[in-house]
């Protein structure tokens, strides 16, 4: 299985270390974001991967080569042209993952122990084109899953906000956890173009499609933030 890292991000939460070098080469307890998250998908036997980059990208790739590619054979999805956010990231990637097997999407700013075979597992048995790694932990916005934990809803904790496929029939409210797993054939069912976020593509599908969430306990971080790299340095050492 491959696995696609979203690295291009500007990371603007984690200034001013992203002023000058992507929020993928952040440190937690000196080892950077990008390499844990290399060396734990590593773990499950992932060791082929693609990267995207865009901001301060060059120092991903050189920061790879140094590393002779952690003994993984890496492809890079060069996006320093424009910055397509994962939806798009994701379709200028399609040349390199569109190969008729399901393959592993996870940001490169998460930190997590998530049980990887079972999340694989649960996403063949299902049989779905995405399986989405939730979890009930606090965030600003939720998934909504009925009981069958298909995705029918969006929720914005703060405003309130809904985006439902029917009538919210206590729906159950849980976080997205930055992992994903695809069957290629997600990009016949994409119908935006450029930038935009996989997400909104998601909340689309669900009114034809079905989307399951895999609900998991694990530890999960965020490093999105100065005060979550301290957080992280708590648990990742």
């Known amino acids: 299985m491959k696995a696609l890292i979203f690295a291009a991000g500007k ?29 734990y998908l590593k773990g499950f036997g992932i060791t082929d991967f693609v990267i995207n980059v865009h ?62 075979t079972d999340l694989v597992n649960y996403h063949k048995k299902i049989k779905d084109f995405a399986t989405l790694a939730v979890s009930d932990r606090d965030s600003s916005r939720k998934l909504l899953f009925n009981n069958d934990l298909v995705l029918r809803g969006w929720l914005n904790v703060q405003t309130g906000e809904q985006r439902l496929a029917e009538f919210n029939k206590g729906f159950r409210a849980l976080a997205f956890s930055g992992i994903h797993c695809i069957n290629p054939v997600i990009f016949e069912k994409i119908k935006r173009k450029g930038k935009f976020s996989v997400m909104e593509e998601y909340l689309d599908l669900m009114h034809t499609e079905q989307i399951h969430g895999f609900v998991h306990n694990s530890l999960l971080i965020d490093v999105g933030r100065p005060e979550s790299v301290t957080e992280a340095e708590k648990y990742f050492k």
């Open 11 to 39: 990371g603007t939460r984690l200034r001013p270390f992203t002023d000058h070098h992507p929020k993928a080469l952040a440190m937690v307890n000196g080892v950077p974001l990008l390499e844990r998250n290399i060396r």
């Open 55 to 116: 901001h301060f990208g060059k120092q991903i790739t050189e920061f790879l080569k140094q590393h002779d590619d952690f003994g993984c054979t890496i492809e890079i999805s060069d996006e320093s042209e424009e910055l397509l956010e994962t939806g798009g990231g994701l379709v200028f990637a399609r040349r390199l993952l569109d190969h008729g097997e399901d393959f592993l999407i996870m940001n490169a700013d998460i930190l997590t122990d998530i049980n990887i």
